[in-house]
């Protein structure tokens, strides 16, 4: 009977291991075609005009999608700017103040929920909020709705890093004399800074990629984002959507495979950038 018992674990454990790399074979092949398809499909009108040049319509020459590109990195940029200090400060209160406070308990919960609300209900909130009462589209609309969706995600990062912290630091920093805030945030923060990093670093990613809420508030122009707070505002997840699937020109399906491979790329140095953080934190 042992033996039986032994010969069944090790089937029951090769079974398992061949479900697991079917599986992983399975979500390995498929990120491959990906990459394959937006490759072959984008990397062929990748060139200096095209990374310099705006957005023109269909007909005109020397097209690109410069304008898409900066309007992209001014959104993000701009979201992680009102999102992270904010964000923060709620996972430090969360970790080091609140912890098992009710109205910590209560932030947690709206964290969670917001972190699974779908993205174009982020941009219609603010497209009730914002874009009509002033009555225009504009890049700052968007970033706010990317702040918002990435406001969850680093607070929720913030406190599970800090609460990696040994607590045996907290109380070498109180025996010393120092404030709890000074502690916190000169020796609790700075343990944990490569964790925090990888937070912001994966919220970031997020929110690159996202068309939903853009288009509710962004919406898309052809033209340069010197109207940032006023006017539409181009961005590369937009053109993609509007040039791929909303345009009937096959000259303007290829920029869209275009700028799909240059935020692939974006994306994917920005997680090899985290997974390289988080390796060194590990260690």
């Known amino acids: 009977m042992k033996t039986r018992s032994v010969i069944l674990r090790k089937l029951a454990n090769l079974l398992l291991t061949l479900l697991a ?8 092949g498929g990120m491959g075609w990906i990459l394959y398809t937006v490759i072959c499909n984008g990397g062929a009108v990748i060139n200096l005009e095209f990374l310099t040049s705006p957005s023109k319509p269909y007909g005109e020459p020397g097209a690109g999608v410069a304008n898409a590109l900066i309007g992209t990195l001014l959104m993000t940029m701009g979201a992680t700017v009102l999102a992270v200090p904010p964000a923060m400060a709620g996972g430090i209160y969360l970790s080091e103040y609140g912890k098992d406070s009710r109205f910590a308990d209560m932030l947690r919960f709206c964290a969670d929920v917001m972190m699974g609300v779908p993205s174009i209900l982020v941009g219609l909130f603010v497209y009730a909020l914002i874009v009509i009462p002033t ?3 504009s890049g700052m609309a968007g970033t706010i709705a990317l702040a918002i969706i990435m406001f969850p995600v680093i607070m929720r990062t913030t406190e599970d890093m800090l609460l990696m912290v040994p607590n045996t630091l907290h109380e070498s920093a109180l025996a010393l004399g120092m404030s709890r805030m000074r502690t916190t945030l ?8 490569n964790g925090l990093a990888t937070g912001t670093l994966l919220a970031l990613a997020r929110v690159s990629g996202e068309t939903a809420p853009l288009l509710f508030t962004a919406l898309f122009a052809d033209t340069w984002p010197d109207s940032f707070f006023s006017k539409p505002t181009a961005s590369a997840p937009v053109l993609i959507t509007e040039y791929t699937t909303n345009s009937p020109f096959e000259s303007m399906h290829s920029m869209g495979w275009g700028a799909a491979l240059l935020i692939t790329g974006f994306i994917l140095i920005v997680n090899i950038v985290t997974r390289f953080i988080f390796h060194e934190n590990k260690h």
């Open 21 to 28: 790399l079917v599986s992983i074979s399975i979500a390995l």
């Open 186 to 193: 000169h020796i609790v923060m700075r343990s944990a800074r």
């Open 135 to 137: 009555g225009n589209f």
